[in-house]
């Protein structure tokens, strides 16, 4: 199950009270006070981790919560500190601090880089025994303190693939069969819309020891921006690609492949968050069908500017042009911004390999 959200309540562990004892040896009567102090209580850590994939395993528990430190003993031994809980989330998950409503309030942190962590709730500090007020003048205090309480928060998390290249389209547009002809990536494909109901990674071999990752979102609809059909929720995944690839159904049923083309670049500037400025390569879908090589042309005479191909998923036609500009087009982003591809995400369990005999979109 693929879960790209969960909202969840990290209670840091409270510290250990403090002790109230007195050193008591055979031939020490008065040894004085020796309560030691209480420990630390354990603290809530988030932490980005390449072999975690989603937020199902996050989701599951509401509250997550570090145990509390030990209270002091005598001879002024101090109280074992709680042990932390670190909790593994995906490279790209958004931490927000949750509003009253339950809704993303304020973003705190984002783990995009393996190892990266965040102190959720910070354990309480532990309470001091009756040996810390001993003074000059009160060399027998009675008084100790009690561990003070971890913190406490409400976090929603979100997260967002980190991809070189994001999939989009319109649906039954062959996004799926395509990341499963170029990817080791098994996305469920089928002769029906909406084949695809989460986000799929795939890691994409472009020859030379080069590779790059495709993540395949669901299709999007007219008011996929507004909420309408999957577009929304899992337009986030492509926020972070450099490139996008988007597919497009040149042999339809029905409908003309040009106006679908302009529904989806509507749908990508009213989404906003940078979509529509993104470089954007056009792959024309299904060239094994008739009346493809004809959309193909005419879009090639009415956006003469934006690099189309012709491909067909299905048999392989048109592939291997296509991921040389693919790897081409991410090498010129990389020298312009002087910054490497993002790291490799790992794939979700259920991009398993449970569809292989799925009949792919013709």
């Known amino acids: 199950m693929f879960v790209d959200r969960a909202e969840i309540v990290c209670k840091a562990g409270k510290g250990g009270d403090g002790c109230c004892a007195f050193l008591r040896e055979k031939y020490k009567p008065r040894g004085g006070p020796a309560g030691g102090d209480g420990g630390r209580g354990g603290s809530v850590i988030l932490r980005a981790s390449p072999s975690v994939a989603t937020l199902?395993?996050?989701?599951?528990?509401?509250?997550?919560?570090?145990?509390?430190?030990?209270?002091?003993?005598?001879?002024?031994?101090?109280?074992?500190?709680?042990?932390?809980?670190?909790?593994?989330?995906?490279?790209?998950?958004?931490?927000?601090?949750?509003?009253?409503?339950?809704?993303?309030?304020?973003v705190i942190a984002d783990l995009t880089e393996p190892g990266a962590e965040l102190l959720a709730a910070r354990g309480g500090k532990g309470g001091r025994g009756n040996a810390a007020f001993a003074t000059a003048v009160h060399q027998a205090p009675r008084e100790w303190e009690r561990g003070?309480?971890?913190?406490?928060?409400?976090?929603?998390?979100?997260?967002?693939?980190?991809?070189?290249?994001?999939?989009?389209?319109?649906?039954?547009?062959?996004?799926?069969?395509?990341?499963?002809?170029?990817?080791?990536?098994?996305p469920r494909v089928a002769s029906y819309p909406f084949t695809t109901l989460s986000p799929v990674p795939g890691i994409v071999d472009l020859g030379d020891y080069r590779s790059c990752v495709f993540a395949d979102i669901p299709g999007l609809i007219?008011?996929?921006?507004?909420?309408?059909?999957?577009?929304?929720?899992?337009?986030?995944?492509?926020?972070?690609?450099?490139?996008?690839?988007?597919?497009?159904?040149?042999?339809?049923?029905?409908?003309?492949?040009?106006?679908?083309?302009?529904?989806?670049?509507?749908?990508?500037?009213q989404y906003g968050a940078g979509l529509e400025d993104k470089p954007e390569l056009v792959a024309f879908n299904k060239a094994d069908l008739p009346g493809a090589r004809e959309a193909f042309e005419r879009f090639r005479a009415q956006y003469p500017e934006r690099p189309a191909f012709l491909i067909s998923a299905v048999t392989g036609e048109g592939i291997k042009p296509l991921l040389g500009a693919v790897a081409e087009?991410?090498?010129?982003?990389?020298?312009?911004?002087?910054?490497?591809?993002?790291?490799?995400t790992a794939v979700p369990s259920d991009t398993s390999r449970e569809a292989d005999d799925a009949k792919a979109p013709q």
């Open 56 to 106: 199902v395993d996050i989701a599951r528990r509401p509250l997550y919560e570090a145990e509390s430190g030990k209270p002091g003993r005598g001879s002024k031994c101090t109280g074992r500190s709680g042990r932390d809980l670190v909790l593994e989330v995906p490279c790209g998950t958004l931490v927000y601090e949750a509003g009253e409503d339950g809704q993303p309030g304020a």
């Open 148 to 186: 003070e309480p971890g913190e406490q928060r409400r976090l929603v998390l979100e997260l967002k693939l980190i991809a070189d290249v994001g999939l989009v389209g319109l649906p039954n547009a062959g996004k799926s069969t395509l990341i499963r002809r170029v990817s080791a990536a098994r």
């Open 222 to 269: 007219e008011g996929a921006h507004a909420g309408v059909g999957l577009g929304m929720e899992f337009l986030r995944h492509i926020e972070r690609t450099r490139l996008l690839l988007h597919v497009v159904d040149a042999a339809p049923l029905e409908g003309d492949p040009l106006e679908a083309y302009r529904k989806i670049r509507a749908e990508l500037a």
């Open 329 to 344: 087009a991410l090498e010129r982003l990389a020298s312009a911004t002087g910054t490497p591809p993002p790291p490799a």
